[in-house]
């Protein structure tokens, strides 16, 4: 029998390690007790809903095959387009407890933001020892790298510029998408007339966190342009932020925004946007091509609909023959924990099997420019080909054209105009003084 007082500090010593558990316990996923710390490898990222957790399910198995050593934890932050994860992040980064890697997209919220707080170590060594550049479409360099040293490494390109749709719900409303799309916003809102005669929302719109600035960069690309919007980048813009442009850009958007659901702020993210359509509410929904994984991916994290007869798919309005494009790739932090594991998981990111596995399910194609197009669905494969064919463009809401603090900026602004979609020219105003306090504009 134990004295009490051997039991008692044996029920102490328990109480301690319970504590210091559940304080440890806040990863989402378990870590074997059998593993030593330095075993583990903290992934973190955004891709944790339905149509956006399987493609990451996918990598991290082939990297468990490939690294039985390393524990990957799964710190996937819920919240589309990284609206909350990036706050996570931050708050991360500013406490000097970086993830072992994290999601970041190509473009300026690589280059402006982790590159030039110096949060991230360049990978010249892994792109010279592998020799990934060379698989690299060229034009992706640039967006990932800052004095000739690339800081990333891209595991995909997604479209934003897809207008998904319910051909039943057309039909019934007697509306033909013309081949190649609608040439005009003009035009679509002529269809529009008829869903909402027929008793259907036109256009489904998800909450504001990322989905309106989604249709805005849409909107205002499919009015001016691609030379145009791309313009609206360069420094000094060669495109007006105070001209007419933007202004026919604003209202289109003001006019568009009549067409959709009244209760899209109250929606939790993008996926209950895109169900509308799914389910036969509403005709149209704007969302990059993530959201083909989560139509046709199989339950439970997609809804296993048929393409062109559950759901399909056109350029937004005025928009055929460009591509509006983004970019994940994932980093090398200063400072994590486990360099090694880090290194491991990249060279999975960058493998050819690890992105033929990643990017079927999560509706991308490969940023390599090598993966095997019959691994991919018929969607997929045509957006490989307009990916190499149509003007391409980068997104402002998925991080390639505007630093953050611009990005912000626009967001504030626009979340501003969506409480009064009249006030048209106070908008562009807010925009115009966004790109100046930028520095871009003067
Ligand atoms: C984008 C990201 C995509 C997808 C999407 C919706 O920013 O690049 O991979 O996750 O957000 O969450």
Not at 103 to 112: D, N, S
Not at 186 to 191: G, K, L
Not at 266 to 284: I, N, R, Y
């Amino acid at each position: 029998m134990m004295s009490k007082k051997l039991s008692f500090s044996l029920f102490s010593l328990l109480l301690v390690a319970v504590m210091i558990l559940s304080a440890c316990g806040t990863a989402a996923t378990p870590v074997p007790a059998t593993k030593a710390a330095s075993s583990q490898v903290e992934i973190f990222s955004w891709w944790v809903g339905p149509g956006e957790a399987d493609g990451l399910a996918a990598m991290i198995k082939i990297f468990d095959a490939k690294y039985p050593q390393y524990t990957i934890v799964n710190a996937a932050v819920a919240g589309g387009a990284g609206t909350n994860a990036k706050a996570v992040l931050a708050t991360r980064l500013q406490a000097g407890d970086p993830p072992d890697s994290w999601q970041a997209h190509a473009g300026q919220e690589t280059i402006a933001n982790y590159v030039t707080a110096g949060q991230v170590k360049p990978l010249d060594d892994f792109y010279n020892s592998t020799g990934f550049a060379s698989v690299l479409p060229k034009t992706l360099i640039p967006l990932i790298s800052k004095d000739g040293h690339p800081y990333s490494v891209p595991v995909n390109i997604h479209r934003s510029n897809v207008m998904w749709y319910n051909p039943k719900v057309l039909s019934a409303a007697g509306v033909t998408i013309p081949t190649g799309g609608f040439a005009s916003w003009t035009d679509f809102f002529a269809a529009c007339d008829k869903i909402k005669a027929a008793g259907k929302t036109c256009l489904s719109l998800g909450p504001e966190g990322f989905t309106a600035m989604h249709l805005f960069e849409n909107v205002m690309i499919g009015t001016i342009g691609a030379d145009k919007w791309t313009g609206l980048w360069t420094t000094p813009p060669t495109t007006d932020w105070t001209g007419a442009d933007v202004q026919a850009g604003i209202a289109n958007y003001a006019q568009v925004l009549t067409y959709t659901n009244s209760d899209a702020s109250t929606l939790s993210d993008w996926q209950p946007a895109s169900k509308m359509v799914a389910d036969g509410d509403a005709a149209f929904n704007i969302m990059g091509d993530w959201a083909y994984g989560y139509f046709a991916n199989a339950a439970p994290n997609g809804l296993a609909l048929t393409p062109h007869t559950d759901f399909d798919w056109t350029p937004t309005p005025g928009t055929q023959g460009i591509f509006v494009f983004l970019s994940d790739s994932f980093v090398l932090p200063v400072g994590n924990k486990n360099p090694d594991g880090t290194m491991a998981w990249l060279t999975v990111a960058a493998s050819k099997e690890g992105q033929e596995a990643f990017n079927p399910l999560k509706g991308s194609i490969c940023a390599r420019t090598d993966c095997d197009p019959s691994k991919f669905s018929e969607y997929s494969q045509d957006a490989m080909k307009d990916w190499t064919s149509e003007t391409v463009v980068g997104s402002l809401t998925h991080g390639v054209v505007a630093a953050p603090a611009w990005q912000t900026k626009i967001d504030t602004a626009l979340k501003l105009f969506l409480t009064d979609t009249s006030k048209t020219a106070d908008f562009q105003t807010a925009l115009a003084a966004a790109c100046k306090s930028d520095g871009t504009c003067k």
